[in-house]
């Protein structure tokens, strides 16, 4: 589990399932280090550690290295969102979640949230969950999105099913104890692709 690692060998882990996803071979550890902004023996440490743990694995085809388990892949996860109230966004990134290959179909690129609140509860999502949303600028009616609300650097996130309306938005709730809002000044973030939930 990505919990038990600390948060430099998350990133590094997500930086070399990145990189092997798009260029088929593993960066060497100058260039990863280069790139981390971290020394190449401090790459190569973290990257011993993420072998032994069973995330990597030696090849002598792909510099060294290849990946393991990638019917998974490893999402940034950037902060919460608001299953209820609109929240402050925070899109600094010190953790990341293993996704389901399932869960990110359709291409593109995925980040994660954790949800706060219980609007969103009869579509299944609840406070707590974690979130994977397909990056994009817009959606279909009906479609649950993340959207940010007001304007920088004021702006707020809520999860909720959106619909167009004339220079305005639709922001539903799936909870009848939650009224559907209105917003002039939103912006789409992101389409829900898919829920993860810890027992």
Do not use: W
């Not at 007001?150 to 539903?172: D, M, W, Y």
């Amino acid at each position: 589990m990505l919990r038990n690692l600390t948060a430099a060998q998350q990133r590094i882990l997500h930086f070399y399932r990145s990189y092997i996803e798009k260029n088929g071979h593993a960066p060497s550890y100058p260039e990863a280090g280069r790139k981390l902004d971290l020394s190449p023996s401090v790459v190569h440490y973290h990257v011993k550690h993420l072998e032994s743990a069973g995330f990597l694995a030696k090849s002598g085809r792909t510099r060294g290295v290849q990946l393991v388990g990638t019917d998974t892949q490893t999402i940034p996860l950037l902060g919460l969102v608001a299953g209820g109230e609109p929240i402050t966004i925070f899109e600094e990134c010190d953790e990341y979640v293993e996704a389901p290959a399932t869960m990110l179909k359709g291409g593109g690129s995925f980040f994660a949230l954790r949800v706060r609140g219980m609007s969103m509860k009869n579509a299944g999502i609840v406070d707590g969950d974690v979130v994977l949303i397909r990056k994009q600028e817009d959606v279909d009616d009906g479609d649950i999105a993340v959207v940010a609300i007001g304007e920088i650097p004021f702006e707020a996130a809520t999860l909720k099913r959106v619909f167009h309306q004339p220079a305005s938005l639709l922001l539903k709730p799936e909870n009848d104890d939650f009224e559907p809002t209105v917003v002039k000044k939103g912006s789409i973030r992101g389409k829900l692709s898919g829920v993860i939930r810890s027992y």
